[in-house]
C-alpha cells in the first residue's frame, strides 16, 4: 500500500473540490502576511514614535499612514480566514460523504465468503478512519503548509532589508528545522504505521469479543475475555508508545536548534547590530516580533507532522479494503436470466472451500417446477450446494446452469431476483418488522405485507407486540425467537414471489403445530415453482417428487421416498430412526 494508491484513490473524490482547496490553500498566505507585516508595521511606528520624542504632535503626519495600513491588514485577515472556513465548511462534509459512501458501495458488494472472512465491525472502522482522516490531513496542509513557507521567504526577505546577517541566521534556523523534520519523518512514518497495525488487530479483537457476548456471558469469561484483549492491548500499547517517542525525540532536537540559533545566536546579533548603531529600536522590535512568529509557525507545523503520519497511516490500513477485489463481479457480456420452466443443471461442477475438497465432478439435475428435497448428515454439503445455485462462491470449474443459461454469465441481479432463499439462520436488520419483511421486494404494499404475514403465521405474534408491524426487531433480529426471525424471512421469501425457491432448514425452530400450518403455506408457494428443500425432519420431504442423499458432496442416493426406503441404505437408516422403527404404511 503506497503512497501512489492511496492518492489515486483520493484524487478522484478530492478533484471536484480542486478549485475551493486551492482557494483555500491561498487564502492561508494571510496568515503569512499577519506574521511578518505586523512585526514591520510595528518597527515603523516604533521609529516613528522614537524619532517625535522631543515634539510628539508633530508625529501624527507620518504616524496614520502606517495606522491606517495596521488596520487594513487586520481587516482582510480576518475577512480572509473567514472565507477560509466558511469554504471549507461548505466542500469537507461533501467530500466526506463522498468518500465514505464511495468505500461503503464498494465493501457491500462482497460476497458471503468475504464477509465470512472480515469482520462487520473493523470494515465500518475503515470507512470511517479513511473518512475521517481525509480531512485531518487536507486541513492541516491546506491551512498550515501556505503560511510556513510564505512566512520563512517573507521572513528572510524583510531581514534582508535589515541586515544580512540576520536574513542569513533566519535562513539557517529554518533550514535546519526542515533538514531535522524530513530526517525524522520516516522514523515517525515508519513507528506510526506499526502502531496503526497494531490498533486496527485490537479493535478486531474487540469486535469479535464484544459479538460474541452472549457466550461471554453464558460462560461468565469477562475476565477471561479481558485477559485476552490484554495481550493485543498491550501490543498496541507498546507501539503506541513508540511512536510517541520518536516525535518527542525529534522535538527535543527541534527545541536545541530553535534555543541556539533563535534564542542565542540572532538575540546576541540583533542587540550587537543595535549597539553598533546598524539597526534602529524598531528593527529590533520588528526582527523579535517576526522571528517569534515564524519559530511559532514552525514548530506548530512541526507539531502536525506526527498527526499528519498518524492520519496517513491510519488511511493506508484503510485502503485495504478498497483494494480487495470485488470477488464476484458481474461478466461484462453478463445478460439478465430468463427463467422460464426453472431447471437447474450442474454439470462437472468441482468446489471447494480452501484446500478442503467438498464437490467434485458433481453432475445434479432438477426439472424445472420438479420439487427436491436434500438430506444428508451435518457438514455433508447441502448448504453449500445452494450457496452455489446463488452464486454465493465461484466454482472451481464445470458449469451450473439456469434453463440452460450458464449462472456465471448472467447478472448476478437478475439470479438473486428469481431465485428465493429461507436461509438455515435468518438473521434480520436492526429495523421494524415492515421494513424487515418488505426487504422481500422493495414495492410491495403495506395489503400484501399483511397477506404474506398471515400465511407464514406471523399475524399471531405480530399482533401481540404493541408497536405491532413497527416494531424494531434489534441488532440482527435478536428480540425475536428464532421460530420467529424463520416465520419473518419464510414471509420475506413469500413476497419475493421468484420461480425458484430454496428452503435450508427454514422451519427448523418451529414447533410441529406451526411448522404444520406454515407446511400448508409453504406447499401452496412451492406450486409452479422449482423448489429445493433442506430438512432433517424428515416428514417434511415426503411429499417431495425426488430426494437427494448428500455424503461428504456426493450424491449417494436418490429418488422418491419410497424408492430410497426400499434401497434400504442411508435414508431407510435416518428413517428408521426418526419414526422410532415404526414405517408408515402409505404417506
Ligand atoms: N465458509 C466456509 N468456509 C470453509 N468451509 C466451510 C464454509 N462453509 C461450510 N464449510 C464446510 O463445508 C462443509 C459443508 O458445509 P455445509 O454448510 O454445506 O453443510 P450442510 O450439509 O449444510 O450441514 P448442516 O446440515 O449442518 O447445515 C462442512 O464441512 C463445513 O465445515
Ligand atoms: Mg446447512
Not at 421460530?483 to 414471489?497: F, K, S, T, V
Not at 442423499?549 to 435414508?571: M, T
Given at each position: 500500500?503506497?503512497?501512489?494508491?492511496?492518492?489515486?484513490?483520493?484524487?478522484?473524490?478530492?478533484?471536484?473540490?480542486?478549485?475551493?482547496?486551492?482557494?483555500?490553500?491561498?487564502?492561508?498566505?494571510?496568515?503569512?502576511?499577519?506574521?511578518?507585516?505586523?512585526?514591520?508595521?510595528?518597527?515603523?511606528?516604533?521609529?516613528?514614535?522614537?524619532?517625535?520624542?522631543?515634539?510628539?504632535?508633530?508625529?501624527?503626519?507620518?504616524?496614520?499612514?502606517?495606522?491606517?495600513?495596521?488596520?487594513?491588514?487586520?481587516?482582510?485577515?480576518?475577512?480572509?480566514?473567514?472565507?477560509?472556513?466558511?469554504?471549507?465548511?461548505?466542500?469537507?462534509?461533501?467530500?466526506?460523504?463522498?468518500?465514505r459512501?464511495?468505500?461503503f458501495?464498494?465493501v457491500e458488494?462482497h460476497?458471503p465468503?468475504y464477509f465470512n472472512e472480515h469482520f462487520a465491525g473493523s470494515l465500518a472502522n475503515k470507512i470511517s478512519?479513511?473518512?475521517?482522516?481525509?480531512?485531518?490531513?487536507?486541513?492541516?496542509?491546506?491551512?498550515?503548509?501556505?503560511?510556513?513557507?510564505?512566512?520563512?521567504?517573507?521572513?528572510?526577505?524583510?531581514?534582508?532589508?535589515?541586515?544580512?546577517?540576520?536574513?542569513?541566521?533566519?535562513?539557517?534556523?529554518?533550514?535546519?528545522?526542515?533538514?531535522?523534520?524530513?530526517?525524522?519523518?520516516?522514523?515517525?512514518?515508519?513507528?506510526?504505521?506499526?502502531?496503526?497495525?497494531?490498533?486496527?488487530?485490537?479493535s478486531g479483537k474487540i469486535v469479535d469479543s464484544l459479538t460474541n457476548n452472549f457466550a461471554v456471558n453464558l460462560?461468565?469469561r469477562f475476565?477471561?475475555e479481558?485477559?485476552?484483549v490484554?495481550?493485543?492491548?498491550?501490543?498496541?500499547?507498546?507501539?503506541?508508545?513508540?511512536?510517541?517517542?520518536?516525535?518527542?525525540?525529534?522535538?527535543?532536537?527541534?527545541?536545541?536548534?530553535?534555543?541556539?540559533?533563535?534564542?542565542?545566536?540572532?538575540?546576541?546579533?540583533?542587540?550587537?547590530?543595535?549597539?553598533?548603531?546598524?539597526?534602529?529600536?524598531?528593527?529590533?522590535?520588528?526582527?523579535?516580533?517576526?522571528?517569534?512568529?515564524?519559530?511559532?509557525?514552525?514548530?506548530?507545523?512541526?507539531?502536525?507532522?506526527?498527526?499528519?503520519?498518524?492520519?496517513?497511516?491510519?488511511?493506508?490500513?484503510?485502503?485495504?479494503?478498497?483494494?480487495?477485489?470485488?470477488?464476484?463481479?458481474?461478466?461484462?457480456?453478463?445478460?439478465?436470466?430468463?427463467?422460464?420452466?426453472?431447471?437447474?443443471?450442474?454439470?462437472?461442477?468441482?468446489?471447494?472451500?480452501?484446500?478442503?475438497?467438498?464437490?467434485?465432478?458433481?453432475?445434479?439435475?432438477?426439472?424445472?417446477?420438479?420439487?427436491?428435497?436434500?438430506?444428508?448428515?451435518?457438514?455433508?454439503?447441502?448448504?453449500?450446494?445452494?450457496?452455489?445455485?446463488?452464486?454465493?462462491?465461484?466454482?472451481?470449474?464445470?458449469?451450473?446452469?439456469?434453463?440452460?443459461?450458464?449462472?456465471?454469465?448472467?447478472?448476478?441481479?437478475?439470479?438473486?431476483?428469481?431465485?428465493?432463499?429461507i436461509p438455515q439462520d435468518p438473521l434480520l436488520f436492526h429495523r421494524t418488522l415492515r421494513e424487515n419483511i418488505r426487504f422481500g421486494?422493495?414495492?410491495?404494499?403495506?395489503?400484501?405485507?399483511?397477506?404474506?404475514?398471515?400465511?407464514?403465521?406471523c399475524?399471531?405474534f405480530i399482533?401481540?407486540i404493541p408497536e405491532g408491524y413497527d416494531a424494531v426487531v434489534g441488532e440482527r433480529g435478536t428480540k425475536l425467537s428464532g421460530g420467529e426471525r424463520q416465520r419473518i424471512a419464510i414471509a420475506r421469501?413469500?413476497?419475493?414471489?421468484?420461480?425458484?425457491?430454496?428452503?435450508?432448514?427454514?422451519?427448523?425452530s418451529?414447533?410441529?403445530?406451526?411448522?404444520?400450518?406454515?407446511?400448508?403455506?409453504?406447499?401452496?408457494?412451492?406450486?409452479?415453482?422449482?423448489?429445493?428443500?433442506?430438512?432433517?425432519?424428515?416428514?417434511?420431504?415426503?411429499?417431495?417428487?425426488?430426494?437427494?442423499?448428500?455424503?461428504?458432496?456426493?450424491?449417494?442416493?436418490?429418488?422418491?421416498?419410497?424408492?430410497?426406503?426400499?434401497?434400504?441404505?442411508?435414508?431407510?437408516?435416518?428413517?428408521?430412526?426418526?419414526?422410532?422403527?415404526?414405517?408408515?404404511?402409505?404417506?
Amino acid at each position: 500500500m503506497t503512497y501512489r494508491n492511496l492518492i489515486s484513490f483520493l484524487w478522484p473524490l478530492i478533484r471536484p473540490y480542486r478549485w475551493s482547496f486551492l482557494t483555500v490553500f491561498l487564502l492561508a498566505m494571510f496568515w503569512s502576511l499577519d506574521a511578518t507585516i505586523w512585526p514591520y508595521l510595528l518597527g515603523k511606528v516604533i521609529d516613528i514614535l522614537t524619532r517625535f520624542e522631543a515634539d510628539r504632535a508633530a508625529a501624527w503626519g507620518e504616524l496614520k499612514l502606517w495606522l491606517v495600513a495596521g488596520l487594513i491588514l487586520w481587516l482582510s485577515i480576518e475577512i480572509a480566514f473567514r472565507v477560509q472556513g466558511f469554504m471549507l465548511a461548505r466542500t469537507i462534509p461533501k467530500m466526506e460523504s463522498n468518500i465514505r459512501m464511495t468505500m461503503f458501495n464498494h465493501v457491500e458488494r462482497h460476497s458471503p465468503k468475504y464477509f465470512n472472512e472480515h469482520f462487520a465491525g473493523s470494515l465500518a472502522n475503515k470507512i470511517s478512519d479513511m473518512t475521517s482522516q481525509v480531512t485531518v490531513v487536507l486541513q492541516l496542509l491546506l491551512t498550515m503548509l501556505n503560511p510556513v513557507i510564505l512566512t520563512s521567504v517573507l521572513g528572510v526577505l524583510f531581514f534582508l532589508n535589515i541586515h544580512f546577517v540576520m536574513a542569513l541566521l533566519l535562513a539557517l534556523l529554518i533550514l535546519v528545522h526542515i533538514g531535522v523534520s524530513i530526517y525524522f519523518a520516516s522514523r515517525v512514518d515508519k513507528a506510526e504505521e506499526i502502531h496503526g497495525e497494531a490498533r486496527s488487530t485490537l479493535s478486531g479483537k474487540i469486535v469479535d469479543s464484544l459479538t460474541n457476548n452472549f457466550a461471554v456471558n453464558l460462560f461468565y469469561r469477562f475476565k477471561d475475555e479481558n485477559a485476552f484483549v490484554e495481550v493485543y492491548q498491550e501490543k498496541e500499547r507498546e507501539t503506541n508508545k513508540k511512536a510517541k517517542y520518536a516525535v518527542e525525540i525529534m522535538r527535543v532536537f527541534l527545541g536545541q536548534i530553535t534555543f541556539f540559533i533563535a534564542g542565542i545566536g540572532m538575540n546576541a546579533a540583533m542587540i550587537y547590530l543595535w549597539f553598533q548603531g546598524s539597526i534602529t529600536t524598531g528593527q529590533v522590535a520588528q526582527i523579535f516580533n517576526t522571528t517569534w512568529n515564524i519559530v511559532q509557525f514552525i514548530w506548530m507545523f512541526s507539531f502536525t507532522i506526527p498527526t499528519v503520519f498518524s492520519a496517513i497511516g491510519l488511511m493506508k490500513q484503510a485502503l485495504s479494503v478498497m483494494e480487495d477485489p470485488q470477488d464476484l463481479g458481474d461478466d461484462p457480456q453478463a445478460k439478465p436470466l430468463v427463467v422460464t420452466s426453472g431447471e437447474i443443471v450442474f454439470e462437472d461442477v468441482t468446489f471447494h472451500y480452501g484446500a478442503k475438497k467438498l464437490f467434485e465432478n458433481k453432475d445434479v439435475k432438477i426439472r424445472g417446477g420438479e420439487k427436491v428435497g436434500l438430506v444428508g448428515y451435518s457438514g455433508a454439503g447441502k448448504s453449500t450446494f445452494i450457496n452455489l445455485i446463488l452464486r454465493f462462491f465461484p466454482i472451481e470449474s464445470g458449469s451450473i446452469y439456469i434453463d440452460g443459461q450458464n449462472i456465471s454469465k448472467v447478472t448476478l441481479e437478475s439470479l438473486r431476483r428469481q431465485v428465493a432463499l429461507i436461509p438455515q439462520d435468518p438473521l434480520l436488520f436492526h429495523r421494524t418488522l415492515r421494513e424487515n419483511i418488505r426487504f422481500g421486494r422493495l414495492d410491495a404494499t403495506d395489503e400484501d405485507i399483511y397477506q404474506v404475514a398471515k400465511w407464514a403465521h406471523c399475524e399471531e405474534f405480530i399482533r401481540r407486540i404493541p408497536e405491532g408491524y413497527d416494531a424494531v426487531v434489534g441488532e440482527r433480529g435478536t428480540k425475536l425467537s428464532g421460530g420467529e426471525r424463520q416465520r419473518i424471512a419464510i414471509a420475506r421469501a413469500m413476497l419475493a414471489n421468484a420461480p425458484i425457491l430454496i428452503l435450508d432448514e427454514a422451519t427448523s425452530s418451529l414447533d410441529s403445530i406451526t411448522e404444520q400450518y406454515i407446511q400448508e403455506s409453504l406447499e401452496r408457494l412451492m406450486q409452479n415453482r422449482t423448489t429445493v428443500v433442506i430438512a432433517h425432519r424428515l416428514s417434511t420431504l415426503a411429499k417431495m417428487d425426488r430426494i437427494l442423499v448428500f455424503d461428504q458432496g456426493k450424491v449417494v442416493e436418490e429418488g422418491s421416498h419410497r424408492d430410497l426406503l426400499g434401497l434400504n441404505r442411508q435414508y431407510a437408516r435416518l428413517w428408521e430412526m426418526q419414526a422410532g422403527g415404526f414405517l408408515p404404511d402409505s404417506i
